[in-house]
């Protein structure tokens, strides 16, 4: 088999660093096996939307204080089902305790939407319980409500 | 270098700043930041400005773009500036309607109906 007809593969676990080419290349790696496995677009954005927010989250905000460590980025797609799991190295969080950031006193403050866009758009989202691992379960939907 | 490339395409008409993105993925935190500051400088460089910002080559964004926007927004209200958003395709409008982000931007269909509604 060439390289040109390489399959994608269907599942990784890597380790990223906080590099935008690094980032860019880990989410093309995915999305071309949500293509693959026929995910409409609607939700493939959603995918996308989901895996960024949770590797700005463990950027931003878990490696606060440890800019040169790498996140850890497990996915696998099924026909009916994607997993991903991203794992940071720092102290973990309370996603039970971020305020709705559509509270009217909170609509003007420039963060804290990432958290409420990955639940939005995924059907299941669970940290750990130290909170420096969330797992985002996408479910494809029926070809009806698609 | 494409990092130190302008990441907007910028045209000022009949007294409005009219602004598109070259980038159809604003999720970059590097080119978040570039944007933010563009657009700032564009708010600093008249008084009271009126800012359309056209999403037409944009299809995705991010949360931290959500964000430029608001601070974008803050400045301009800071500046009794006017500033509209138009052009959004649907799957990006919906990330503004889940995040109520609607309610904050006057958003339109188009420019010309953005430049319409300027007071």
């Known amino acids: 088999m060439s390289a040109g007809d390489r399959q994608p593969a269907t599942e990784a676990d890597v380790l990223i660093r906080h590099d935008p080419e690094d980032i860019r290349c880990a989410e093309r790696e995915l999305l071309d096996a949500v293509n693959k496995a026929h995910y409409s677009e609607a939700s493939s954005f959603a995918i996308r939307l989901a895996l960024e927010e949770a590797l700005y989250n463990a950027f931003r905000h878990g490696h606060r204080n440890l800019p040169e460590e790498p996140v850890r980025l497990n996915w696998r797609v099924r026909p009916d089902e994607v997993r991903i799991t ?5 102290p973990g969080f309370n996603p039970d305790a971020v305020p709705d950031p559509t509270d009217a006193e909170r ?5 804290g939407r990432g958290v409420m866009l990955m639940r939005a758009y995924m059907a299941e989202v669970h940290y750990n319980d130290r909170g420096n691992r969330v797992t985002l379960v996408y479910r494809k939907p029926d070809a009806a409500e698609q | 270098m494409a990092q130190s490339d302008a990441r907007l395409r910028v045209k000022k008409e009949a007294g409005v700043t009219h602004v598109e993105f070259v980038d159809r993925n604003i ?22 400005p009126k800012l359309v910002i056209s999403f037409s080559n944009v299809d995705h964004l ?3 773009a959500l964000g430029a926007l608001i601070t974008i927004h803050n400045k301009m ?3 009794q500036g006017q500033l509209r958003l138009a052009n959004i395709d649907p799957q990006i409008y919906e990330v503004f309607v889940i995040t109520k982000l609607n309610r904050l931007f006057e958003i339109h269909e188009t420019t010309d109906r953005a430049v ?4």
């Open chain 2, 116 to 119: 319409q509604s300027f007071r």
């Open chain 1, 107 to 111: 609509l003007e403050l420039p963060h």
């Open chain 1, 86 to 90: 991203v794992e940071d190295r720092g």
């Open chain 2, 27 to 48: 999720l970059d935190e590097a080119n978040i930041q570039q944007i933010g500051e563009e657009i700032s400088g564009l708010i600093d460089a008249e008084p009271a």
């Open chain 2, 62 to 64: 991010s949360s931290a």
């Open chain 2, 77 to 79: 209200k800071a500046r």
